[in-house]
């Protein structure tokens, strides 16, 4: 059975950070590139952040440039994004999808409130 599984949202200050993971269960996630999405209610899913199967290809929203930072460790089947001078703008639900050729999947989502 094929799982992503977000954790690590919450509530933080602005200007600070958190650690988003998405830990992968049931498909060849070293095979898959990985993307992390956030979606604000009424408005459309939008990409953040993308790393290649291996790691050595990354892309950002502008948004979120030099300050969000993704990663994985593919024998730990997880995918993380570092956010670091978080902003009340960053307030969203996000989701990490796995995506290939053949398939892509979806995390249930982790909701990540800015606020003082």
């Known amino acids: 059975q094929v799982q992503l599984v977000e954790s690590g949202g919450g509530l933080v200050q602005p200007g600070g950070s958190l650690t988003l993971s998405c830990t992968a269960s049931g498909f060849p996630f070293w095979s898959y590139a990985m993307r992390w999405y956030r979606q604000v209610p009424g408005k459309e899913r939008e990409m953040v952040a993308g790393?290649?199967?291996?790691?050595?290809?990354?892309n950002y929203a502008d948004s979120v440039k030099g300050r969000f930072t993704v990663s994985r460790d593919n024998a730990k089947n997880t995918l993380y994004l570092q956010m670091n001078s978080l902003k009340p703008e960053d307030t969203a639900v996000y989701y990490c999808?796995?995506?290939?050729?053949?398939?892509?999947?979806w995390g249930q989502g982790t909701t990540v409130t800015v606020s003082s």
């Open positions: 999808q796995a995506i290939n050729l053949r398939a892509n999947y």
């Open positions: 790393i290649s199967s291996g790691g050595a290809s990354l």
